[in-house]
């Protein structure tokens, strides 16, 4: 209690769960959203309306963000990444979403992403444009802000793979512009749906291939054959923030010797 106004405090007054009812779900729902468990059945799982779950989201992932960025703070210079995009979409197959992905070298720590739109291609662009109009092409976007966040990273001596897409030279070096790029032939998938892992033999870009795969293997909305769908890109940034988290403090933890970390226990 205040002595001069009188008011009551809590030690939540003054955080992110400030009149949070059912605290003790965070936990177990972060663990739960990191698991390739969707919405739906983490609330039947912890017996709490779906309503409560969908607007946990939110919390869930500013609480991850504010660590990660902590997490990167704590980091070395960062000498070699692995660049790339994975794909997905949202609501339909007819509005796809570019997810830029920068992964630390050898360790696979995910150090940046972003989600924003694309236009359809192949088979889909026809049907996309006379279903939804022109999709607006936001990729150069998120590659700015997926590379801007690795120059303040990064070494002055940093080293970037990346596969062969004829736009990623002049973007890495106007947002990272002391790297040296390498470009490696992109290879077929390994099993259809799988695209990111690929058929036998060394693989240049396997941190970052494995850890797309891990995305799509845990965060159940970015499978390829799943019931689950984004209905907005800003909630499948806050499923992939919240698995970041769960990827580099606990995965990862425990093969680098590290302890793994929980800011919903106050275990970090």
């Given at each position: 209690m205040c002595g001069d106004?009188?008011?009551?405090f809590?030690e939540?007054?003054?955080?992110?769960?400030y009149?949070?009812?059912?605290?003790?779900?965070n936990?177990?729902?972060?663990e739960?959203?990191?698991?390739?468990?969707s919405?739906?059945r983490?609330?039947s799982?912890?017996r709490?309306?779906?309503?409560?779950?969908?607007?946990?989201?939110?919390?869930?992932?500013?609480?991850?963000?504010?660590?990660h960025k902590k997490?990167?703070?704590?980091?070395p210079p960062?000498t070699?990444?692995?660049?790339d995009?994975?794909e997905?979409?949202?609501?339909s197959?007819?509005?796809?979403?570019?997810i830029?992905?920068v992964?630390?070298?050898p360790t696979?720590?995910?150090?940046?992403?972003?989600v924003?739109?694309m236009?359809?291609?192949?088979?889909?662009?026809k049907?996309?444009?006379?279903?939804?109009?022109?999709r607006?092409?936001h990729?150069?976007?998120?590659?700015?802000?997926?590379?801007?966040?690795?120059?303040?990273l990064?070494?002055?001596?940093?080293?970037?793979?990346?596969?062969?897409?004829?736009?990623?030279?002049?973007?890495?070096?106007?947002?990272?512009?002391?790297?040296?790029?390498?470009r490696v032939?992109?290879r077929?998938?390994?099993v259809?749906?799988?695209?990111?892992?690929?058929?036998?033999?060394w693989?240049?870009?396997?941190?970052?291939?494995?850890?797309?795969?891990m995305?799509?293997a845990n965060?159940?909305?970015?499978?390829?054959?799943?019931?689950?769908?984004s209905k907005?890109?800003?909630n499948?940034?806050r499923?992939?923030?919240?698995?970041?988290?769960?990827?580099?403090?606990?995965?990862?933890a425990?093969?680098?010797g590290?302890?793994?970390c929980?800011?919903?226990?106050g275990?970090?």
């Amino acid at each position: 209690m205040c002595g001069d106004c009188g008011h009551s405090f809590s030690e939540a007054t003054f955080t992110p769960e400030y009149r949070q009812r059912k605290r003790h779900i965070n936990h177990p729902l972060y663990e739960l959203l990191a698991s390739s468990v969707s919405l739906r059945r983490s609330a039947s799982i912890l017996r709490v309306a779906r309503k409560t779950v969908e607007r946990r989201l939110p919390y869930l992932a500013l609480v991850a963000n504010e660590h990660h960025k902590k997490f990167l703070d704590s980091l070395p210079p960062v000498t070699q990444v692995h660049f790339d995009d994975m794909e997905s979409s949202v609501h339909s197959k007819l509005k796809p979403v570019s997810i830029p992905l920068v992964v630390d070298h050898p360790t696979r720590l995910i150090l940046s992403f972003d989600v924003v739109s694309m236009p359809a291609k192949g088979k889909l662009a026809k049907a996309s444009v006379a279903k939804y109009g022109k999709r607006p092409d936001h990729r150069k976007k998120g590659w700015a802000t997926t590379l801007s966040a690795l120059s303040d990273l990064a070494d002055q001596k940093i080293h970037i793979t990346s596969d062969s897409h004829h736009m990623y030279p002049d973007q890495i070096k106007r947002y990272v512009p002391n790297a040296t790029h390498e470009r490696v032939t992109s290879r077929r998938g390994c099993v259809v749906g799988q695209g990111e892992l690929k058929r036998g033999g060394w693989d240049p870009i396997f941190s970052i291939n494995h850890t797309a795969a891990m995305f799509r293997a845990n965060v159940n909305r970015l499978a390829r054959r799943t019931w689950c769908t984004s209905k907005k890109a800003e909630n499948l940034k806050r499923h992939m923030a919240i698995y970041v988290l769960w990827h580099n403090e606990t995965i990862l933890a425990k093969n680098d010797g590290r302890k793994p970390c929980s800011p919903f226990l106050g275990l970090c």
